[in-house]
């Protein structure tokens, strides 16, 4: 088995004859026009890299399985995913033009090709995402994406799929929180340092549970890079070399071998890690961002115009909230029953939305008992309500600032909800209207 670190989540590996491309990343930016490849691929598009006999998959988010980034793959490119329950990624593979699709059950193994398996790893409390185990050549490679698993979850891998050799393994969440919540400086230092914490604790359950032989952290190779945006990457996300800092003796006690891996490096087990230095113009620092940022600032400021542009009359915005969350949010895949008192505030408007029994109710203005406000510029909240962003796509992209009452805590719920709203069926609905 040969692999090539494509940089964030992506692998291209080389195994029984055969060539697996994993969670492709080439078009960029993602989440609301926030992300961009940071430190910037060595393999912009498929056309710099061999074509794969296979694509695998693992869940439908735009930095693993993005629409844009599918469109590059040939028409008639084999797919290896899951078959999620919300039909979320026979939704997407559809748009793409893509029906080759070799659809896998949770935990399901299946031979792909002569002495190459392949099994998808499900998360643990259901979100739709999983993790493909590669196996080939003797050797078994876990990718780990975002399926963030419990210790002894992971450890039920190792039980059921045998020993790992190499793990790729997640260590920093994305999303609007901390950074986009009020608080004064002590508490964003805080819980910016907590959520470091919580990341470095990910991968560090992924080594106690699976006990791999060798493992690297991956899957934070992006940046923010528009103006006023630039300072605070890395302020509540660990760089992979302070992972492997903090994270070598807790391995060394468990016999893990930690790789130092940057995009387009290599690994094998005949070799361990090959670093072939692709990217080391562009260091894992918050002045290395800044320089990437002004030499790119003329192509950030147009691609993030263009994903950003109204998708439809910001005037109607007031008819938009009303529809949405009276009609839309029950499309959720993820929803539960959710009661609670909620705001949306974009300019000068505000609104309070009332969640109960599974029905919502909208009023003009943000009223006392209102527990969360969630604040977008007009523009970008208009694009989730017609369904040309997602809930994802801002919240992921940093675009939300959230207003809490002090007294609450985490809206699980609500979240959870919001985030499992489609963009593509928020578009059907209004069309069907």
């Known amino acids: 088995m040969h692999v090539t670190w494509l940089g964030h989540a992506s692998l291209f590996v080389n195994v029984a004859n055969r060539t697996l491309l994993v969670d492709p990343w080439f078009a960029e930016p993602v989440f609301a026009g926030a992300w961009f490849r940071y430190p910037p691929t060595p393999y912009p598009d498929p056309s710099t890299m061999p074509k794969p006999d296979f694509v695998c998959l693992s869940h439908t988010h735009d930095d693993h399985a993005g629409l844009e980034t599918l469109r590059q793959l040939r028409g008639d490119q084999r797919v290896l995913t899951v078959d999620f329950p919300s039909g979320a990624m026979r939704r997407r593979l559809a748009a793409a033009g893509l029906s080759n699709v070799d659809w896998f059950a949770p935990w399901q193994t299946k031979e792909v090709s002569p002495g190459l398996e392949l099994t998808f790893v499900p998360h643990d409390a259901g979100w739709e995402v999983a993790s493909p185990v590669v196996t080939g050549e003797g050797v078994s490679l876990y990718h780990g994406n975002d399926n963030t698993l419990s210790t002894e979850a992971y450890a039920a891998v190792a039980r059921r799929l045998g020993p790992i050799d190499v793990a790729f393994l997640p260590y920093a969440g994305a999303s609007s929180y901390p950074t986009r919540f009020d608080g004064d400086d002590e508490t964003r230092r805080r819980r910016c340092r907590e959520k470091k914490d919580e990341g470095l604790q990910r991968f560090l359950d992924g080594l106690e549970g699976l006990r791999p032989t060798e493992a690297a952290p991956f899957a934070s190779s992006w940046a923010l890079l528009e103006p006023g945006e630039v300072d605070t990457n890395f302020e509540d996300r660990l760089t992979a070399p302070e992972v492997l800092a903090r994270a070598m003796p807790f391995a060394h006690e468990r016999n893990t071998h930690l790789l130092h891996l940057e995009p387009g490096d290599e690994w094998s087990p005949e070799t361990g890690a090959l670093n072939r230095g692709l990217v080391r113009q562009h260091p894992l620092t918050a002045e290395g961002v ?17 994903a950003r542009a109204p998708a439809g009359d910001v005037e109607a915005l007031d008819q938009l909230v009303r529809e949405f969350f009276t009609h839309d949010w029950p499309t959720s895949h993820a929803r539960r029953p959710v009661d609670g008192v909620f705001g949306v505030s974009s300019g000068a408007q505000g609104w309070t939305v009332r969640l109960a029994g599974g029905a919502a109710t909208v009023d003009d203005g943000l009223a006392d008992d209102v527990t969360e406000v969630l604040q977008l510029a007009p523009a970008e909240l208009l694009n989730v309500l017609v369904g040309a962003l997602s809930w994802e796509d801002v919240w992921y992209g940093y675009r939300l600032h959230v207003s809490k ?6 809206a699980r719920g609500f979240w959870e909800m919001l985030l499992g709203i489609e963009a593509d069926l928020v578009r059907a609905r209004r069309a069907a209207r």
Request: proline share 0%; net charge positive; no cysteine.
């Open 290 to 306: 800044r320089r990437y940022a002004e030499l790119e600032r003329s192509r950030v400021a147009r691609l993030q115009a263009q």
């Open 405 to 410: 009452r002090r007294d609450v805590g985490y």
